[in-house]
């Protein structure tokens, strides 16, 4: 028997999980719940600098509400859990999604869904469009987005540049859970329900 006719005994490869994040379509959908949000509670514009704060702690709450903090429960409700938030590298992944949201912005203002305006600096706001488009994602991941978004929207909005700076860094440079990225991402997949929110987003680029 040749080495090549000897069953194998190597350990079987697992296959790349896909992050939620990774997706365009994905990030797309999320970004216009983020500003639809915005614009429900008073914030019509944004700065990219902000946005990008609310952006990546408004998907990941538990990094800014304590345990004991009473907006807590509301979100553990939603369905978001410590333990399947993907923390191990939150820096890392704060990183990743802020360099993308540049692209993702300027596909929504392409799309009619969202404009800039300057004053002072580029800022971002959803259009009538964006918002009824956003209206229509009935998914459960939506829903528990929009209670996220509601809870952190109202404490960030509160914090001048620096602070937010100041305090993001803080938030994003917590030590590592044992909970893994792949963890993290099925919570986010299986709160999703299927592949994207409900609409018909699927017209939007896969890359």
Sequence with gaps: M????????????????????????FRLAQ?????????????????IERLSYY????????LVVAEDDPDRMPLLMAGFDSRALHYASPTHR??????????DLALLVSYGLAVSTVDKAVRYSVTPSGRELASRFTAIYARAYRTSAEILIRRLDKMSDKRLREQARTWTTLDATSVSESDGALFELELLGIEYPDSDIDEWPTR
């Design 2 to 25: 040749t080495a090549s006719e000897h069953p194998s005994t190597a350990s079987p490869v697992r296959p790349p999980v896909a992050l939620p994040e990774d997706d365009v379509v």
């Design 31 to 47: 970004l216009l719940l983020l500003l639809g949000s915005l614009a429900e509670q008073g914030s019509p514009d944004v700065t």
């Design 55 to 62: 952006d990546f702690l408004v998907a990941n709450p538990l």
């Design 94 to 103: 704060f990183t990743t999604r802020r360099e993308r949201l540049q692209h």
